[in-house]
Structures are given as C-alpha cells and as structure tokens.
T-cell receptor
Framework: AQSVTQLGSHVSVSEGALVLLRCNYS??????LFWYVQYPNQGLQLLLK??????LVKGINGFEAEFKKSETSFHLTKPSAHMSDAAEYFC????????????FGDGTTLTVKP | DGGITQSPKYLFRKEGQNVTLSCEQN?????MYWYRQDPGQGLRLIYY???????QKGDIAEGYSVSREKKESFPLTVTSAQKNPTAFYLC??????????????FGSGTQLSVL
C-alpha cells in the first residue's frame, strides 16, 4: 500500500520569496512521485514527476522537487514566488504495476501576498 | 487539440435520481479513471479502466457505476444509492506501457450538487 502526507494545508508567502511545499510518502516498493497544480474549478495539471534516474526533477513554471529516499520525501520548491503561483498543489504517489492508480495527498493551498 | 472533455461543468441531482457524467478523451489513451474531490481532501479513486469493456472498482465505488464501451469514453453514473454525492468529479487518463507514462491527464471536472 502507498500513502502521501502533505505537511501544511495552507502556505502563505510573499511575492519573490521562496516557495517550499512539503510531501512525505510511504511505499513498500520504489515509488513514482508527482506534483500536480489545480486552479479553482479546474482539473489538475502535472508540474513534475520522478520515476527513475536523477533525483532532482525540474518542472514547469520554475518549480523543482528532490526525491530523497532516506527521508521518504519529495518536497516542492520554487526560488521566487509569483502571484500566478497561487493555487492548490497535490503530491501523489504510484507504483509500477498498479494500473496507474495514484494516491493523492490532501493538498496544500498556496497564497502569494503582494 | 488533444485532451479530456468532461460535461456538464455543473450538474444538479434530485433525491432518488440517477445522473451520468460524461468523459471523452482524444489522446488515444488506454487507461481512464474517475476521482472524487471533496473540499480540503485529496482525490479518491472511484473506478478505473485499463482496456475497453473492462473496469475495476476503486476505493469508493459504492453508489457509482461506469461503462467502457469505447476507448474514448468512460461515463460515470451516480446512482440514488450514493447518499452524499455532492463533490467535484474529475476524469483522468494515461497511456500505458512504460514508466514514462506514469502520469495522469485530467479533465476540467464536473461539480455535482444535490437539490
């Protein structure tokens, strides 16, 4: 079984400040890890993913995440927040051979203050 | 443009009524999924299908039904047995076959409310 915990349901940063959204996972086999973003009343859009290979993954809109196996973490970062980054962010985990079924965290709402 | 189309965007259900949410994709994806999203919670899997004419229950299938008669279409019926249907419903799809395909493409969702 796999699970995801997102630490902090709400995160607020000032425009231009560092964004850090935390995600810890649990999986009995090597995981695939994802970050998705959701704007109000819309579906989810993939920001980035880790499947194999390089543990530092770069995504769209300047976001990146690092897979740390020893810490079972996959935190999302962005050096400088922009007003357009305000949205809800979901961390998700899946494993190979599980029919692509992803388990999602409860989400973190990011607010960006001017 | 390729993508996933969900309709309607808003839907209202009367007590005792069955309603059907549409999901169509032109991405030529093999697998399709239905998720339910409640405020402050993550997405929960209702049903999924990896191939035409075959589907499996997810974590919260009770009160829901699906069909997969065509590769492009995966409609979800919310039956009268679902006592708390108010939620945002998301359809997703993905290509199968390799680790690089382990990502989901989502539609824009349907908000279902009870009258």
């Amino acid at each position: 079984a796999q699970s995801v915990t997102q630490l902090g349901s709400h995160v607020s940063v000032s425009e231009g400040a560092l964004v850090l959204l935390r995600c810890n996972y649990s999986s009995s086999v090597p995981p695939y890890l994802f970050w998705y973003v959701q704007y109000p009343n819309q579906g989810l859009q993939l920001l980035l993913k880790y499947t194999t290979g390089a543990t530092l993954v770069k995504g769209i809109n300047g976001f990146e995440a690092e897979f740390k196996k020893s810490e079972t973490s996959f935190h999302l970062t962005k050096p400088s927040a922009h007003m357009s980054d305000a949205a809800e962010y979901f961390c998700a985990v899946s494993v190979w051979g599980n029919a692509g079924k992803s388990t999602f965290g409860d989400g973190t709402t990011l607010t960006v203050k001017p | 443009d390729g993508g996933i189309t969900q309709s309607p965007k808003y839907l209202f259900r009367k007590e005792g009524q069955n309603v059907t949410l549409s999901c169509e994709q032109n991405l030529n994806h093999d697998a399709m999924y239905w998720y339910r999203q409640d405020p402050g919670q993550g997405l929960r899997l209702i049903y999924y299908s990896q191939i035409v004419n075959d589907f499996q229950k997810g974590d919260i299938a009770e009160g829901y039904s699906v069909s997969r008669e065509k590769k492009e279409s995966f409609p979800l019926t919310v039956t009268s047995a679902q006592k708390n249907p108010t939620a945002f419903y998301l359809c997703a799809s993905r290509m199968t076959g390799s680790a690089t395909n382990e990502k989901l493409f989502f539609g824009s969702g349907t908000q279902l409310s009870v009258l």
